[in-house]
Structures are given as C-alpha cells and as structure tokens.
C-alpha cells in the first residue's frame, strides 16, 4: 500500500506536530509506504477561496498534479484538506474549460494536472484499502474500556456529493466502524457530524465558543470518556479551546480529545510516548493509562 | 374588527399583483391566504408567459391564437385587451427583476408553444412560474403590503347586496373574525383537487370559486377544464409544455409521432385540447405504454436539457424514475386548469358590487373553451393588475359600512355542527377520492351523456355523505382537519356546477368532447354557461359571447 | 412496504411538552415521506398538522427534519430510508424555529431575516426602453440563486444559528446574492456594506450544511463565499475576518513557488 501524502500547511507540522508524527509512526507501522509532497501549499481552507477562489483551485491542482506524477492515491491526514481538494477535483472534472486555465499557471512551474488523482483521508485508507479486519488482527491494546465520542469534521462529511459518499455508504460511519474495530465503544451523540467552530475561532470566539462546549458537553452526558476526531482544525477547537468554551459556559468540561492516529496507534501498540499526547491542552493521562 | 380599503383573497400571482397595483394606487390594502404566498400554485407553471415582443410578431396574432384556440368561445374584446398589454406587462416583470432567459443580444427569450403562430413565450429556464411569483413577492415587500398569512376565507360578507370584506379562520389561533373591506379581490387560483389525478397542488380546492358561488355570482363556463398532455402517470405531477417548445416528441407504443396524424401542421404544439384527445385516443386504441404515451427529449442533448429544462429533469427523475437524457418519459393527460370560473367583465367587477376577482378563479372570458399555454401566467398579471386598479378605484370612491360582529355567527354555526355531529363512519379522504375518480372517469377528456348524468348522480351522494362528516379534531390551533373539510364542501359544491354545465351543453368545443355530440355547433352553442347557486342545486343560464374580430372557423392544427 | 412513521407531535393548548406518535403504515414502492404523512393525516389521525401542497418541490411547504436532517418530504422516497419492513422513520419540524403544532414550524424569524436583505430590486438611473439588456450566462446563475423555494430547510440545520440566532442565515444570504449578483440591482454597496456587518457573510462558519441539506441546488454557502469575494473587491474589508482572509491570501501567496 503506498500513497502520494501531502501532510498540510503549518497546522498538523507546528500547530499540531502530534499529529504528524503519530500519523507518519502509524503508517509506518502498519507498513503504509508514504511519498510526501515536500511543495504541496496549503489547500486554502476555504479562507483564500473566500477571497480568490482560482487562486485556492490553482493551489490545489499543484498538488494534485503533484500526487498524479507519483502514480499513487493522495492521501490526506485533515478533514478540511480532504474536503478543500475534493471540492478542487470535482470542480475540475465538471469544468474541463476552468482546469484547462488553471493548468496554464501550473505549466509555468513545469505542472499539470489531468484530471485522475484521487484524494483519500487515512481514515477512508485504515477502513477501505487497509481493511478492518486486518487492522483488527493488528490490535494489541483493545480500547474496550473506553466510550469514544467520534468527531468527524464539516470538510470531510460535506458536500457529501462530491466526496464519495454515494460510492462508499460506508464512509458514513467510518469512525464508528474504526472505534469497533479497534475494540472500543463509539458513542452516538448529535454534534458528531456539527461544526466545531474552527474557521469562526478568531472571528467569532463566541459562537465557536458555544459550539465546543456544545458538542463535549454532549459528548460527555452520552457518556464519553474520549473524543476522537480526523481534523487537526477540529482538534485545536476541542482541545485547544476547550478551556476558553468552559469559561463561557461557566462549567467543567475536561473531555480530552485525540487524533484519529493517535487513537489507532495506541490500539495497535505504538508507544504513547512518540504519539506527542504531552502537546495536548485537555490532558489524556488518564486515557492513556486506561489502554 | 380589521377593516381596509381593498382585501384580496389569495396571494398567488394573480392576488399579489392585484395588492401590488392597489399599493402603488395609495390605497389601504392588505392580502389574505391560507398559506404564506410564496407556497401559492403559482409557482409550479413552469413553461413560460407569453407577449408579442418580438419585431416579426403582433399582438394581433397573438389574439388571433388565442381567439382560435379557445374554439371561439373567448370574449375577443377581453382577449384583445390581454395581448395587446402582455408586452408592457412582460417588460415591467423584467424591470422588477425577473431572472428571463436572454437570446445573444440580451433581450427576452421566447420559445414556442401550443397553438401559437410564433414564438412567443418568455420563460425563466422552465420555473418560471416560481421566478415570477418571488419576483411580485418581494415587490410587495419593498411595498411593505400588510398580509394575513395562514388565514382562511369562510364566506363573503354581504350587506345590502354589496360585498363588504369576509368572514376569516387565523389558523393560528382558530379565532374567527370578520375583516372588513370597501372591496374584495377574488384571487384564489385553481380547483384541480376537484379531479384525481391532478398537476394542482393540494390547496386547489377552489375556495374563492366557490365563496362567490354561494353568494350569488354566477359562475361561467364551468364545464371547459383543460387537460395537460404531459403529466407524469403516478403522482400527476406536470411537465412543462416547454419540452414540447424545445423540440420533444410525442410517441406511441409502435415509436410513431402519432400527433402528425391529428394536427399536421402543428404537430406536438398543437392546442392542448388537441393534444390531450390525441393522446387519450392512442391510449384507448391500444397503442399506448402502460396506459400512458412517451415524451422524448432524448434528442435534444444533455446540454441543453440541462440549461432549458433542469426542473423536469429532476421531477421525472425523482417520481418518475426517469432520466430524460436517456430514456423516453411516461405521461398521460391530467387535469390541469380550470377555463372557467366567476364572472367578470375586463375589469375584473362581478355582479356583485365591491367584489372583484382575477386570475384563474375568474373567468372574462379570454380562455373560452381551450387555453393557450403559457396564456395563464400572463392573465394573472394583466388582469390581476386591472382587477387591483379598479377595485381601488371603487374603494376610493365607495362610503365606510361597519357590518356587525354577528355576521361571524353563521360560520361558526357551520364549524360547530362538524365539530358535534355523530360520528357517522365518513372520512372527507375518502370522499374526496371517490369525487376525484368519478370527475376524471365521467367528466374527462372523453365525455357521453350517460357518463355525465351518472357524474351528477354520484355527486349529490357524495354531497349526502358530506352532509354526514364529522370533524373528530377539535383543535383551534392548525386544525387541518377541519379546513379540509370546509375544502371538501367547496369542490363538491364546484364538481355539482362542472357536471351540469357539461352535461347541458351538446355539442363538443374545445377541451368539453361529448361522443354523442362529436362536432361543434356555433348555431346552438356559440354562448357562455351561466350557473347560478340555488339549493337545489346550479340553475343555467346563457351568455352571448363577443365576437369582434374573428369569426368562428374550423379549427385545425 | 410497511414501515413506522415516528412524528413529533406538539399541541401549544395541552400542558405536555413535544412527545412522539407512532403511525404504522402500508405505503407503495416509490411513497414519498411526504405521501406517508398524508395517508397518517387522512385516513389515520386527522389531528396531525402539517403544511404540504405542490408535492413536486416547488411550493416549500413540507419541509421538515427526516431521520434528523432537514429535507422536503415530498422530495425524499421511503425507500432511499429504509432497508426493512416495519423500519422507522424519525420526522420532526424543522430546527432553529419554535413549533406552532405538530410538523408547523414558526417561521417568523425566518422571514424577518429574509426581509432584513431587502431583497427586492434596487434599479438605479432612468429606466430602459424595454427591457434591460443583460447577458444570458448572468440569468442563467442568478437562475440557480432563485431556484430557492424559501423552504427554511438551510436554515434549520445550520450550525451557526444553533448557538446564534442573530445570524442572518443561508437563504437571505443567498436571496441577496442574487441581487449583488444582478446587474440591474444598484444597490450593491449598500447591500453589502450590510451584509459585512455583524451576523452577516463572515458568520458563517463555512460547514456546508446548507449545501448539503438543499435538494433545489442553491447551494447557500457557495453564495455567501461569492459575496465575501466581492465585498473584499468591492472595498469593504473593515471586518476582523475579513483582514484575516486578506492577510492569509496575502501570505500564502507570497510563500509560493508558482508565479502566482
């Protein structure tokens, strides 16, 4: 199994260096072969396209076109960068004509892009292409007595169109079908599939604010010992924030939340200590100690 | 007790159109309908509203067509007054916004139609019913226009043989009221419910028809309902005419365009009526599909499917199982349109002072005996307009009346008496259904003598079985099953009209086909049914026609 | 096929709070969720309220939540839902809107919101002869911007309105694109001079619910995106999220290696 990577922008290598490493250490470890795309610009995130949507679109088909010299499936270890490039590629295969003037930019670097790459989240590569029941096989640590509150992010969910959805049912419980496989109980609650306020963080605090507590709070009275998400945006939210949005709640709230190969690397035996849980806000001592 | 200059009851595109020129008059009106008017059955025309705007066009020739496409039972003064006007009409929606679909230099669109001898109709993709009416919506809010939303019409009020506002459900509350006006605008749309299957939606029940019915304004040409060629075989639900306009054919089980049989000329674009009996003869005939015929777009590409007709793509695709791109479509003829309706000169005035009325629910007569597509939506403007003009006319010059509070005891009378009858095992569903089945069966496309006696006598049984309904709910807030009932007692009182009028009149003209009177009789029959309510059912009469400009001919497509 | 229709059920004039009633029913192979409720209303329970008529998604009326996501239930099959017989199917009004009766939302705030936009036609200078000479590909987009029906299903679900009712919300922000959008409208300025203000285009948390929950193809946060692209064209760029957006453009575009 080998895959075109492209790790993100900043976020998952100095916001949320965890997540690099444990993401690169799970890989490696289940013998996942990864070619990072050194030159892959950060997709945007919907903020450049909020300003110069070609400029995001040439962003993305860069990296595209990247991965599509690889020959190999892209992957993705962020929602919103699952979601950002998605929605590039989709545009690109219903309008020939745009990618055709995107592509003029991209021949000025030595690019193009044709149209054929296709972008995965490692959590569609562990649930699909690496198989449940293999990585079943591959659990040492069983997560059976943690209750795992799934948080999978608006980029990776929305439009569901255009991102396999239809193609893939499954994908529509992959985090609950992964939480199982590993051996720990998913637990259901509304704000799973609700937004965590990111791109409002600095903007709005408040309404992102309410929409962390909201969603740990809920978590918490299903009975959730964890949250688990795929989206390092996410995590700075839950995790980051959480204190902020127990402040303005005026309550306790103390929910740790982990990566999604944070939480696999654990079940599969890494050693805690390389996954970078010590960058976390909410602190995961207990969980940790628990697996 | 409310009161205003001008009330108009609906708020679709014939009533908001009324309020809009009755706002820019100065006068004091508001809107009444019994949903908010953005969910008025306006906005489900999709094909196109028509003017002669083109340099090769004439509104006479649009009048001319619509003259013969009404088999010559139109008014021709009130047809004249329509195209003439439908330009101005068409570039005043422009001017307020409407989204029309633009040739090369950026002017309106027109695509073909039905019984047109030119291209003539403008259209909004193929919403453009929706487009218009949001247009006038939001008109009326920059106008800041007072409406009651959720409130429904349970009868007129009438003092001294005027017609003084009406007696209102808001059902939000349940509270009955009455709310007072110098002048009433009639602008409830359609009674499609009347008949199953129909393209109406479910608040087509013919409310305002009705009202007016039982205060004694005589309804006309009761027996002219137009059946669409292309509905879809299970929901009823309508595809645009304006396929046909861009190009898609008509086909029998043996793949043939079998219109060129019947309207060689014209072909698929035919007038409905035409179309619809053609279609129904195949189908008899044992040359159908599943009881239907097949409409083929597939030849017009996916392009431009896409870009001129996406609406019905999605409608075939999600209650049809259909892609149009692909495969031919099953539909049949459904009861779409009502001809008739209440009486009005070309202002919009019936015989009953300070009650006016437009729209669908009104008849001038500009539609006679066929209307031409894309003719309705352009009615509801000109006329609406007209209808809301002079009503604000009559308000500026008619004196206040406060009628008294009591005038509500009559309709509460009637609620409380469905509210506390025994339960006699009758369901208004049920009812309604066996109404619907016995129109489409009796009155429909093909009629006989025989068929429509045994329409009348089926409708007084149900009207029987009416007079036995029980409302179980007695809820004030949102009681639906009362207001459908109250529904019911409207279309039973319009089907008992529909089916006299046809069954008097022996001859066949324009959408009323009787097999014992196949050919048209101008001798006998070139006039207007008049029906009258009277408890023991309609009373007939008869009205000349106008005749100005175009005598009746053969009419052949 | 035979499935559980679970409805919420509220009456403002009883004392109890909004509970769920169970409607067993037998419906065809291609019933709408819309259909099954009329059959419960018709033949079953006369108290239910609820608001339907076109039933070909054109009218707005029957929108409400199904299995928790805001839809039209004329527009949603039976069918796509369930997977065996005697299956439940969960509606309930739609969300972010207080309940009159039963599947009856209250959707004041929902028109407030859309009048708030002004969202009539603001022509500017003498009128034309006739019409307005415009070029077909702008009808065409502003066509899919008016495919709205006003059916508040964006507005339900959205995930900002939840813990803020002050925001404006998807379909008045996507009603005043298609006036921004139009050149006849000359209002644009002030349009969106009010549309940056607080609870306007940069509140949006960009989480595509309102896309996702749309059967008419208005795509809602695709607008609000358009609208933020021009207001930052346009000059008005005093908004705290707006100087964000320029400033990270500006940084992502420099650090690049592309001539961009």
Not at chain 1, 282 to 291: E, G, H, L, N, P
Not at chain 2, 24 to 30: E, F, L, M, S
Not at chain 3, 40 to 64: E, F, K, Q, T
Request: glycine share 10%; with cysteine; proline share 4%.
């Amino acid at each position: 199994m080998s895959y075109a990577f492209f790790p993100g922008c900043d976020v998952p290598r100095k916001s949320t260096p965890e997540l690099y490493v444990s993401a690169v250490g799970l890989c490696q470890k289940l013998g996942i072969e990864l070619e990072e795309l050194e030159y892959a610009p950060c997709t945007g995130s919907g903020m450049i396209q909020s300003k110069d949507q070609a400029l995001g679109d040439t962003f993305n088909a860069s990296t595209l076109a990247m991965a599509e010299l690889t020959e190999k499936p892209l992957m993705t270890i962020c929602s919103t960068c699952q979601g950002v490039i998605s929605q590039a590629n989709a545009r690109f295969k219903e309008e020939p004509d745009y990618l055709g003037e995107i592509n003029k930019t991209l021949q000025e670097g030595g690019l193009e892009y044709k149209g054929t790459t296709e972008v995965k989240h490692l959590l569609w590569v562990l649930t699909e292409d690496f198989g449940l029941d293999r990585l079943r096989s591959m659990v040492v640590r069983p997560l059976k007595d943690l209750r795992i509150a799934p948080f999978y992010g608006c980029y990776l969910l929305r439009p569901s169109a255009i991102l396999g959805y239809a193609e893939n049912p499954a994908r529509a419980s992959a985090l609950e079908d992964l939480i199982g496989a590993l051996g720990g109980t998913a637990v259901d609650f509304r704000g799973k599939k609700l937004c965590c306020g990111y791109p409002i963080v600095s903007d709005n605090e408040r309404n992102a604010n309410a929409m962390i507590a909201n969603h740990t709070l809920e978590a918490k009275e299903k009975g959730a010992d964890v949250m688990v998400t795929p989206c390092p945006l996410c995590h700075m939210n839950l995790d980051g924030a959480q204190p902020a949005a127990a402040d303005q709640k005026g309550t306790r709230i103390g929910l740790p939340v982990l990566h999604l190969s944070q939480m696999v690397g654990l079940a599969v035996g890494m050693d805690a200590s390389g996954l970078g849980f010590e960058r976390h806000t909410v602190s995961t001592k207990d969980v940790v100690a628990r697996v | 007790m409310p009161a205003h200059d001008v009330l108009v009851i609906g708020a679709g595109l014939a009533g908001m159109r009324a309020a809009l020129e009755a706002a820019r008059a100065g006068v004091d009106v508001a809107m009444l309908s019994k949903v908010q008017p953005l969910r008025s059955h306006s906005a489900a025309a999709q094909g196109g509203i028509n003017a002669a705007l083109g340099e090769d066009d004439s509104w006479e020739t649009h009048a001319f067509d619509t003259a013969k496409g009404s088999d010559y039972l139109g008014d021709q003064d009130a047809i004249e007054i329509l195209c003439k006007e439908a330009p101005a009409d068409i570039i005043e929606l422009e001017r307020m916004g409407t989204v029309f679909s633009r040739r090369e230099d950026g002017r309106i669109a027109q695509r073909p139609f039905g019984g047109a001898g030119f291209p003539r109709t403008c259209y909004v993709a193929d919403i453009t019913g929706q487009a218009i009416l949001h247009v006038v919506w939001e008109q009326l809010i920059g106008a800041d226009v007072r409406s009651y939303e959720e409130w429904f019409a349970l009868s007129l009020i009438v003092d001294d043989g005027v017609c003084r506002g009406a007696v209102a459900l808001n059902m939000r509350t349940g509270d009955v009221m009455p709310i007072q006006a110098k002048t009433t605008v009639m602008a409830t749309g359609g009674l499609g419910r009347v008949y199953h299957p129909t393209t109406n939606g479910f608040i087509c029940t013919g409310d305002g028809t009705s009202l007016a019915y039982r205060i004694g304004v005589p309804l006309m040409d009761m027996e002219f309902v137009q059946f669409h060629p292309t509905s879809l075989k299970e929901s009823g639900v309508l595809i645009t005419e304006g396929a046909r306009g861009e190009g898609a054919y008509l086909l029998n089980s043996l793949g043939e365009r079998f219109m060129s049989k019947y309207a060689p000329e014209k072909i698929e674009l035919a007038s409905r009526d035409v179309v619809s009996r053609a279609e129904q003869t195949e189908i008899d005939e044992g040359r159908g599909v599943d009881g239907c015929v097949l409409l083929d777009l597939r030849h017009l590409g996916a392009a431009r499917i896409k870009e001129r007709l996406p609406q019905i793509r999605e409608l075939a695709l999600d209650l049809a199982n259909t892609d149009v791109i692909e495969e031919p479509l099953q539909v049949r003829p459904g009861m779409h349109y009502q001809m008739g309706g209440i009486k009005t000169d070309i202002e919009g005035a019936t015989t009953i002072r300070g009650l006016y009325a437009a729209g669908e629910c009104a008849c001038v007569s500009v539609h006679g005996a066929n209307r031409l597509g894309g003719n309705s939506l352009l009615e509801t403007v000109v006329f609406g307009r007209r209808a809301g003009a002079a009503a604000s006319q009559y308000a500026r010059e008619a004196s206040n009346v406060t009628v008294p509070e009591t005038v509500v005891q009559r309709d509460l009378d009637q609620i409380q008496e469905l509210f506390s009858r025994s339960d006699q095992g009758e369901n208004a569903a049920a009812i309604r259904r066996e109404l619907g089945e016995t129109m489409r069966s009796n009155v429909g496309i093909f009629r006989t003598g025989e068929q429509l006696q045994s329409a009348c006598d089926t409708i007084g049984e149900l009207k029987k079985r009416y007079a036995r309904l029980k409302v179980r709910h007695t809820g004030e807030v949102f009681n639906t099953e009362l207001l459908s009932a109250i529904e019911l007692g409207f279309s039973l009182d319009l089907a008992e009209a529909m089916a006299a009028s046809a069954l008097a009149r022996e001859e066949s003209r324009g959408a009323h086909t009787r097999r014992d009177f196949p050919e048209r009789d101008d001798a006998n029959w070139l006039k207007h049914t008049v029906a009258y309510w009277t408890p023991d059912g309609p009373q007939l009469e008869y009205a000349p026609v106008n005749i100005i400009r175009w005598q009746p001919e053969r009419r052949v497509y | 096929m035979r499935i559980n229709l679970k409805v919420s059920r509220y009456d403002p004039q009883s004392d109890g709070d909004a509970h769920y009633q169970t409607y067993s029913l037998d419906l065809p192979h291609d019933a709408t969720v819309l259909d099954a409720l009329i059959q419960a209303h018709g033949y079953i329970d006369g108290s239910l309220a609820l608001r339907y008529s076109c039933r070909s998604a054109v009218c707005g009326s029957c929108a409400m939540r199904i299995d928790g996501q805001a839809r039209l239930g004329c527009k949603t099959k039976v069918v796509d839902l369930v997977h065996q017989e005697g299956q439940e199917v969960l509606v309930e009004p739609i969300g972010n809107m207080p309940t009159i009766k039963d599947l009856v939302a209250d959707m004041e705030s929902f028109w407030g919101k859309v009048r708030q936009v002004q969202p009539w036609l603001h022509p500017a200078g003498p009128e034309p002869e006739r019409e307005y000479l415009v070029p077909h590909a702008t009808m065409l987009d502003l066509a899919g911007a008016m495919n709205c029906i006003m059916c508040g299903a964006c507005v339900s679900d959205c995930t900002v309105l939840e813990v803020d009712p002050d925001f404006v919300a998807p379909a008045a922000l996507a009603k005043a694109y298609r006036f921004v959008g139009d050149p006849r409208d000359q209002a644009d300025g002030d349009r969106l001079r009010a549309l940056t203000e607080y609870g306007g285009v940069w509140d949006c948390t960009r989480c595509n619910m309102c896309v996702e929950v749309c059967q008419k193809g208005v795509a809602p946060m695709d607008r609000i995106l358009a609208l933020r692209r021009k207001a930052i064209e346009d000059g008005f760029q005093d908004h705290i999220a707006a100087r964000h957006v320029i400033e990270f453009e500006e940084q992502q575009r420099k650090a690049s290696w592309m001539g961009v």
